[in-house]
């Protein structure tokens, strides 16, 4: 069965003086979707390239990584060897590397021309998504947890990226120490390089000081306005979502 890629844009819209209804104030436009021959299952995460106008889809059950040319509307490369595909990052400029992670304990990095695999890192199972700091040139990434068979932390890697040719290095782990531990997933940092992980099964958001390359703070997700997450629990915290960087 081919799957499809629907495309959409942020429709702006000029405030008027006059309210209008819910369905007036559309924010989201289907301007293009895009056929992914071959591919069936699930898809997970995707990473795009701005400067060529590439997308690049994690395709989990096909355990495959499609790139899609935005500009043609097609898939100009599909990326094998994978087990249970789950993100892909795309770093532009001096660097020009595909990263991708896949749920067998594996973070790979291809060069973003040929996508020739220039280097293969082999960790414990369950590395998910992948951050980029730009202040640092660090990405960091969950992995561990209950997929790999631990009963009382989880792991986040930290992956120093190189310019051009040079070999990226794995530099250091932060412990995310849990009674239950889950699958780390989405990742925020704020601009004092406070980290913040979301563990979607245990229901846990990890607080992780980055400059000191250690857990903070962690306790389950409360919302108690649009503009703030809470952190409850034993050594409560509080974290404004205003500075944020996610992905």
Known sequence: MTKLLAVCCIAVFAGYADQTSAQEKEALKLVQT??????TGRLDHMGVDLEKNRLFVAAVANNSLEVVD???????KSLSGFKDTQDALFLGGDFNKLYVSSLD???RVFQGESFWLVQDFKIEPDPNRLFYDPTTN????GYGGQNA??????RVGILQSKRAAGHDQLVADMIAPTPRPGHLAEMAMDDNGILLICDSRADMIYQFDTRKRESSRVGPPEVTAPETSRLTGPGTAYSSARGLRRR
């Open 34 to 39: 895009i056929p992914l021959p071959g591919v």
């Open 138 to 141: 660090l990405i960091y990434f």
């Open 149 to 154: 068979g631990f009963d009382a932390y989880e």
């Open 70 to 76: 935005l500009t043609a509307g097609r898939v100009i």
């Open 105 to 107: 304990g594996h973070v």
